[in-house]
Structure formats: structure tokens, C-alpha cells
């Protein structure tokens, strides 16, 4: 199943716009984007292939850790995980009144 996973990483100052581009670009193979510019910190959603959720997490996290590294951005702690699965998103759709 695809998930979409979303991955927030936290530190000590802001992120400027060069680097989110940066990661933006690096995540971009991932059919990813990127986020974090005047924050205290940078995130990426990620599109992965996987069984559960946790999997999905899993594997995300090695493709984000993979992608930050070949950017100029310190490798903060991830502190946030989130998914959503295919199935999820389309059961929101069965719920909306005709």
C-alpha cells in the first residue's frame, strides 16, 4: 500500500529558504516536498510503498535521514511522524454526503 508520511526534525535555529530548497530537491526523487523555511526546523512529506504504517514510518525515516545528508542541513532529531494511507484518504470520500 502507499503511504504518505509526513517527518518533522527540530533544533536550535532557523532554517533558511536555500535550505529548504535544498532538501526540496533532495526529497524531490521521493515524490516529496519539503518545508521548514523561518522555523525551527525542516520536514519533508515522502510517498513510500509499504505493509503497515509503521513500516511505512520506518522506511520513510531512512529515506529522509539519506536525503538531509546530502543537503547543508544539521541532522536534528526527528521529534514528529505522521501517515496516511490510500485506503484512509479515499474512505474520507465514502463519508462526504452526495
Same mark, same amino acid.
Given at each position: 500500500m502507499r503511504f =504518505? /508520511? =509526513?517527518l518533522r526534525a527540530e533544533g536550535d535555529r532557523e532554517v533558511t529558504l536555500?535550505?529548504?530548497v535544498e532538501l526540496a530537491d533532495a526529497v524531490a526523487t521521493l515524490n516529496g516536498i519539503a518545508s521548514g523555511f523561518g522555523t525551527m526546523g525542516y520536514g519533508a512529506q515522502i510517498v513510500v510503498e509499504a505493509d503497515t =504504517? *509503521? +513500516?511505512a514510518v520506518d522506511l520513510a525515516l531512512e529515506q529522509f535521514t539519506a +536525503? /538531509?545528508?546530502t543537503t547543508s542541513l544539521p541532522p536534528w532529531p526527528v521529534?514528529?511522524?505522521e501517515t496516511i494511507g490510500e *485506503?484512509? *484518504?479515499y474512505a474520507d470520500l465514502e463519508d462526504e454526503p452526495q
Open positions: =504518505s /508520511v =509526513s536555500e535550505e529548504v =504504517s *509503521d +513500516a +536525503a /538531509v545528508a521529534t514528529q511522524a *485506503d484512509e *484518504d
